[in-house]
């Protein structure tokens, strides 16, 4: 399902779009996207105030990425410290950042689309916490250093987590003044 309520592009008929889900109050945005490819926790708001305050660099976004590889100590250094990518055909250094590996993978739901397994090779579950959202940024990233995500779940938003809820669900959060 696409993080957009619905699109004219004929691109996208055959795509599910949030619309889908619920009746939702008019003028209902999400706050920040998830690409195509990625799964997790999407905020919506009436509020474009409080989106554009929690897209800024002052609310941690924390994913889950399942990576390609057995992901070395060293790499993980490295996209702590920030790494160079590709954004809007330049270079970009991504700002420092939260990464360690998950001692065991996370319960998540099953995907509906499979995805390799560590039958073909090793694969690693870490945590990023970002504070910034560049397109693809988590993507960027991981193969910056040589491990492509297999799969990506957004977790948090400041101190709102994703936790048991079931794919589809909506469920109505009070967000305070301040969601550190």
């Known amino acids: 399902m696409l993080s957009q309520f619905a699109s004219n592009s004929t691109q996208q008929k055959r795509k599910r779009f949030l619309g889908e889900l619920d009746d939702f109050p008019e003028n209902t945005m999400p706050i920040g996207r998830l690409d195509e490819k990625s799964e997790g926790l999407l905020l919506l708001t009436t509020d474009g105030k409080l989106s554009h305050f929690i897209n800024s660099s002052a609310i941690e976004k924390e994913y889950y990425a399942l990576v390609d590889g057995a992901i070395s100590e060293e790499d ?89 809820m079931d794919i589809g669900a909506v469920e109505p959060v009070n967000i305070p003044q301040t969601i550190d």
Request: with cysteine.
């Open 76 to 164: 993980i250094l490295q996209l702590s410290q920030g790494v160079e990518i590709g954004f809007s055909g330049k270079k970009y250094q991504t700002k420092a950042c939260k990464v360690f590996k998950l001692k065991q993978a996370p319960n998540l739901p099953e995907r509906s689309k499979k995805i390799r397994d560590d039958r073909h090779g090793p694969t690693t579950w870490i945590s990023i916490t970002l504070t910034e959202g560049k397109f693809r940024q988590v993507r960027k990233m991981t193969s910056a250093v040589g491990c492509p995500t297999l799969r990506l779940v957004r977790v948090r938003v400041g101190n709102i987590h994703l936790n048991t």
